[in-house]
């Protein structure tokens, strides 16, 4: 269900599981869930497979709200860095 609530400080749009807060001055809010599915268990295989990837995203707390922010991230597969903020 997509909704867009508007007042004199900001405008919240949501749709889906994506939420976007627009504030006055300039800045803006994004919240999303993620659903992953469950993992399955397999048994270890005996051959060795470097096709492997790995996501990364460093954040801090802001103290003054409490809330994580992401300011650096990136992602790898089969060893070539893919992408990098």
């Known amino acids: 269900m ?8 900001e405008v919240l749009r949501e749709f ?6 627009f504030k006055k ?8 869930r993620y659903r992953f599915e469950s ?3 397999a ?3 005996p051959v060795y497979d470097d096709n492997i990837g790995c996501i ?6 802001l103290i003054v709200t409490g809330k994580q922010e992401v300011y650096a991230g990136g992602w790898t597969v089969n060893g ?3 992408h990098s903020y």
């Open 2 to 9: 997509d909704r867009f609530i508007q007042d004199e400080k």
């Open 16 to 21: 889906n599981d994506l939420s976007i807060l």
């Open 25 to 32: 001055d300039g800045t803006y809010e994004i919240n999303a």
């Open 39 to 41: 993992l399955i268990s």
């Open 43 to 45: 048994p270890m295989s």
């Open 56 to 61: 990364v995203l460093k954040h801090t707390v």
């Open 80 to 82: 070539e860095l893919l």
